[in-house]
């Protein structure tokens, strides 16, 4: 039995190292020493350094990792909240009334399969016309339309999980359907819901194709400014400031995760058992 415990735990292990290799590489690459790093492939580190980290920190005229950082929060926030905000009204009327629950749910959801490309001439366009090119709110709107299918079908779920009677009860007390859905049915989503914004959240943090074509300056997103850390003045990479900008790039998204990990699993599980 003890021997068969063991067994599990070795290839647990290995399993995870084998998985997660480019992230430790990535890792370990950002406390070496540029030096270190041309002559010690390894992951073993000798001599740790926080230089790299140091640089990618520091402000200069061209390179501001603050800037960059604030550009994804700003763009994800906003890409991550419009939809649960557009989607969770739409989700209850398709799911309680029928409306386009034949058409508009599988047209809108399977939209998500397309190539993003395909979208990215015609958005340029309409946005150099408006002016929202270079602009946060822009990027954001974009990410909201990204997410916003993935939202509509986890919410259209949650909806679907709540017991009607208990909408009837409250329409019995005399619930009108502000009331109604605001304080029955959201309370009740509040797990979906909080999955729908993670989940909103990463897909726009991650998001590099809007940023690259619809950022210039004073929008680019950490996912476009990262790689500006990365070249030297020589034309070679900076492999150790290279991989400590995508562990910081890295780091938001991870930690919401880890913390809402919880929240995650329960809504995700929420409702596939009923009595």
């Not at 002559?39 to 350094?49: F, V």
């Not at 409250?170 to 859905?181: N, S, T």
Request: charged share 10%; proline share 6%.
């Amino acid at each position: 039995m003890k021997a068969r415990m063991w067994t599990r735990w070795v290839v647990f292990i290995v399993v995870a190292v084998v998985i997660n290799f480019p992230v430790i590489a990535t890792l370990v690459t950002a406390f070496k020493s540029p030096g270190e790093v041309s002559r010690n492939p390894s992951l073993w580190i000798e001599a740790p350094t926080l230089e790299n980290f140091a640089v990618v920190l520091t402000i200069s005229d061209r390179l501001n990792i603050y800037h960059y950082l604030w550009n994804s929060v700003s763009a994800a926030v906003i890409g991550s909240v419009l939809p649960v905000i557009v989607a969770f009204p739409v989700a209850w009327v398709m799911v309680r009334r029928g409306v386009g629950r034949g058409l508009l749910f599988p047209l809108v959801v399977n939209l998500r399969a397309l190539p993003l490309i395909i979208f990215a001439i015609p958005l340029y366009m309409m946005y150099a016309a408006i002016g929202l090119l270079d602009t946060r709110f822009g990027l954001g709107l974009i990410l909201a339309v990204v997410n916003l299918p993935l939202s509509l079908m986890l919410l259209a779920n949650a909806v679907a999980d709540i017991p009607l009677e208990l909408e009837e009860a409250a329409r019995m007390d005399g619930a009108r359907l502000p009331r109604l859905l605001f304080k029955v049915v959201l309370p009740l989503c509040r797990p979906a819901l909080i999955t729908t914004f993670i989940f909103g959240f990463i897909t726009g943090w991650n998001e590099f194709l809007f940023g690259l074509m619809m950022t210039s300056r004073d929008a680019v997103p950490v996912t476009v400014g990262a790689s500006f850390f990365f070249a030297t003045s020589g034309g070679g990479v900076q492999w150790g400031v290279a991989a400590a900008v995508m562990i910081i790039a890295a780091l938001p998204p991870l930690l919401l995760g880890l913390i809402m990990y919880r929240r995650i699993t329960g809504s995700m599980v929420a409702g596939a058992v009923k009595g």
